[in-house]
């Protein structure tokens, strides 16, 4: 396993210029999640369309690792305008990755993060942002 | 397929022969011995990955986690439980010391009852005396009939009220197991929640927490060939979730605030502070091995040495043996007629045979057996049929130097 | 006479230079490595005379005890203090748990007070948090100046109504060591007493609980030399004699009626159940090492590291130190602008420098610092300069794959 | 070290057929003690004279093993008659013993007992009647 892997160029750029960084004025599900062992945070916020069934809008706050922030970002670019179905298969494909570590079709710029399969500790923080996501779509109850 | 006792023998440095011959080790029930591949594991893990779990980004710090959590999964498979209620304890006594306080003190009131046997270990009787002291709450005894069996005629009765059982699994004196299911049975039908006190049937029979629907099981490391400084508590994860935590310190908060604190998931929010990972390394050994002899062979082979060792022990005149006649475990208590047992395991050390002498932490059964104290032999997987001989001999011995009569 | 850190090193096997190169450990605060001396004593007690202590009359449980009872002896020695103060428990937080409960359960009540720092651990933060919930007392914080030092200008203050000063010794992230004496007096002065959380000061600079006249002290083995799984708390004998029990069980007991029990004397009364025997032979092999090297040697070579790394790091562009510019320990928390402390960690792993990423279990202090987490390097007997300067160049590494600027 | 040190037959007469052991009719002074480790007791009684100088009755009861047996008969034989502080002198010369495993002159049969130092599980055994004895003449006082 090689550095190089973990912080590739797209990676670093996500961590340092995150998309999708910051609150909704009018969010439908407001979720706070936390990896306790290394105290990083993220609130997630998403818009929902009228029936529940699409996400309109997402952004999200708090603080963490390259990796993590990076993961949050694609995760939003990916997931803005899916349905709540979509998003979560997407959630899944991401976990499924995470845990194989076989680079997965549809995740757009998350497949960067197939390398972070390598460095057991640091999955967590990959996945902080998606399990967030997966709550808070099960909150809604809309799927 | 006969068990080879001298086979798994090989695997403990401590058993090998010294110049002056074979030495008869049977404390297992006060601790065993340890096998080579426990003590390697332990070791490898100081040797080459030791470092503090959970929290730590390099290499070692993630590999000494990972097995830390494997030992988790794998002992809780072991006991057929959820590893999410697995809690690495000191031993069996910090187990049930964690659910008489963390469980105790906010579930217990003046007028609850809490149900215990007339056999039970200290461990499992202190704790709960002195939560019942600052509680309010009162201690009922489950008597023992002649052969040291549980008298479950009046179990309706004294369940009246009874919030908690404790409840030993099997003796650590008389050499019986607990119909634990019948009692099990009947104290989930009155509500209350019922604590085994599997300290000496983890170690010696197959045990399956699903099987016997026991809300808590507690065990010890050190008494089923692991190092000291390691036992388990597992709890249904429905019942530990709602409990409060039991120490507070590093590794089992959420969110620390100087008001207050918020608590980290199941198991982890009742481990405080660095565990004992290469204990936990070394359990995991344990089981290991142990699952290679075979748990159900263990108990046969238990069976097989018990009923042996009261039978020749009880041929001898002037020698009384206590416990069952009928099915046993290897655990076997004897006294020797008017020889203190201090007396008889000084003389039997001299012969190379290892007992305990003793209350072995059960004052209130001694009154009721009439002895202040017993002699305690006790064989484990490493034993055989040479050692009941040597240990017979020996306490012919002992009747020669204290001309006991017969 | 220079310390020499390469020959300690030599006696510490994970530390031996791999294929790759020598691998450099500076997280010491969080588990030291084990030097051969300590992991044979524990070696040698489960090959040679493993056995339950204190009950058995054979000749290993006979050796087993002695061994036990003079590590107790031994370790007291070492902190300066009587022996029947000295309780064996898992680590730090067992220890200040223990005191939380036995003594805080009986002794707070409504409107009473407990005093702490605001660069407590969570271990010496949180068991108070426990306890004062159900007793109705108060947490109260002493502050900290912008170094990091203690605040003591509102003392006298601050003491009102306090009935424990729960104190960290030593700074697990910013290096200081407190003033304990005085605050020892002030709160002796208003009957207060003083626990110490010495889990940084005993591994690192000779401690004497007489000349600091402390009423309690906690540290953990595994962070001076010994194996995980074995701590201690020490307690003023005339105060632990008047307290109730912590756990129940095996061992600590006088006499066991159904009734209620009476407690053995101090400090077995606060001993339930088999203890970690093999790990208190191998703090017994710690102190012994510790004590050929020197506590006095140690600190100042602390105090030297400590210096040099903080010196080096903060001359790095975008590197901040926390902590004071003046006397400090070994430990060394920092952080690189626009750098996780996980990604600093990661990269530093690679480059073969381990170090601790987080909040060390110092929640509050680091929301005092304005950072959710840090990076913390910490040195022992085994570390040099050479260990600083790869440590600084792996930090150089950092910057340049983050593009720090500067 | 052999057993017959431990085993004399002058100790296993005294443990079989122990001296003084019962309870008195009108003792000045009654002590119970405990060997918590093995559960062994002791209940000691003494008869001092008007002056509380002089033991001019002493018995013991309890139970324990050969070797607190034959020593709590030993010591018994011992002490009676003395004063309060030779009683405390023997006392002394007996922990000694224990502690340096040198026989001792002036304690009569307990002489015996020195082999008992070479067996460190059992000198509890050996010293808890005359510990007994110390705490029951401290407590009267009559130094
Ligand atoms: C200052 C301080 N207190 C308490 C602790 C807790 O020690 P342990 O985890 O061994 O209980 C630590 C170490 O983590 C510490 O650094
Ligand atoms: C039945 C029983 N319960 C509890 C214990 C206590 O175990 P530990 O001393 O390991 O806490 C023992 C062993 O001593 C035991 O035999």
């Known amino acids: 396993m090689s550095l190089d892997d973990l912080y590739q160029e797209l990676i670093l750029e996500h961590a340092r210029y995150p998309h999708h960084r910051g609150t909704l004025a009018d969010p439908t599900v407001t979720l706070d999640a936390q990896n306790p062992t290394c105290g990083d945070e993220i609130h997630l916020q998403l818009k929902l369309s009228g029936d529940e069934r699409k996400i309109e809008d997402i952004a999200f706050s708090g603080h963490g690792c390259s990796i993590s922030q990076a993961s949050a970002s694609m995760m939003t670019d990916l997931v803005l305008g899916l349905s709540v179905k979509e998003a979560l298969e997407k959630v899944q494909a991401f976990q499924d990755m995470m845990r194989t570590g076989e680079p997965r079709e549809g995740l757009g710029d998350a497949v960067a993060l197939a390398g972070v399969s390598r460095f057991p500790v640091r999955i967590k923080c990959a996945l902080l942002a998606w399990m967030a996501l997966k709550e808070a779509l099960e909150e809604t109850g809309a799927m | ?406």
């Open chain 2, 1 to 406: 397929m006969t068990f080879s006792a001298k086979r798994w023998r090989e695997d403990f440095p401590i058993l090998r022969p010294s110049a002056k011959g074979r030495w008869v080790y049977l404390d297992s029930a006060a601790t065993t011995q340890k096998p080579e591949a426990v003590l390697r594991a332990v070791d490898d893990y100081y040797r080459r990955y030791n470092a503090n779990v959970h929290r730590g980004v390099y290499r070692i710090a993630a590999e000494a986690t990972e097995r830390y959590e494997e030992a988790r999964q794998r002992v809780a498979r072991f006991i057929g439980g959820d590893p999410r209620g697995l809690i690495f304890t000191r031993n069996t006594s910090e187990a049930i010391n964690l659910v008489a306080y963390a469980w105790g003190l906010d579930n217990l009131k003046e007028g609850d009852a809490i149900l215990v046997t007339a056999a039970e270990h200290h461990s499992n009787l202190v704790p709960w005396q002195l939560v019942a002291k600052r509680t309010g709450a009162r201690l009922r005894v489950i008597p023992l009939d002649e052969e040291g069996h549980l008298d479950l005629s009046q179990l309706p009765e004294l369940l009246e009220g009874v919030k908690m059982v404790a409840l030993g699994h099997a003796s650590n004196v008389l050499g019986t197991v607990n119909p634990v299911e019948e009692v099990i049975r009947a104290a989930h039908e009155k509500g209350a929640l019922v604590l085994l006190d599997a300290a000496q049937s983890v170690p010696r029979m197959p045990v399956d927490v699903k099987a016997l629907d026991c809300d808590f099981l507690a065990f010890s490391g050190h008494k089923m060939l692991a190092p000291m400084g390691i036992g388990v508590l597992w709890g249904k994860p429905e019942i530990l979730e709602k409990m409060a935590p039991f120490l507070g310190g590093g590794e089992m908060i959420g969110r620390v605030e100087w008001e207050g604190s918020t608590w980290r998931e199941i198991p982890w929010k009742f481990e405080a502070g660095t565990p004992n990972v290469g204990g936990a390394i070394g359990l995991l050994a344990a089981v290991d091995y142990l699952e290679k002899v075979g748990m159900a062979a263990i108990a046969r082979r238990e069976e097989e040495l018990g009923q042996l060792m009261a039978r020749r022990l009880r041929e001898l005149p002037g020698v009384v043996v206590y416990g069952p006649r009928g099915q046993r475990t290897g655990i076997v208590a004897f006294n020797v007629e008017g020889v203190h047992p201090h007396d008889v395991s000084q003389i039997l050390d001299e012969e190379g045979v290892a007992i305990r002498a003793g209350h072995h932490c059960c004052q209130p059964l001694h009154r009721l057996l009439q002895a202040g104290s017993s002699c305690r032999a006790s064989v484990y997987l490493y034993n055989d049929e040479e050692d009941v001989d040597r240990l017979v001999a020996a306490v012919q011995k002992v009747r020669e130097v204290f001309r006991v009569p017969g």
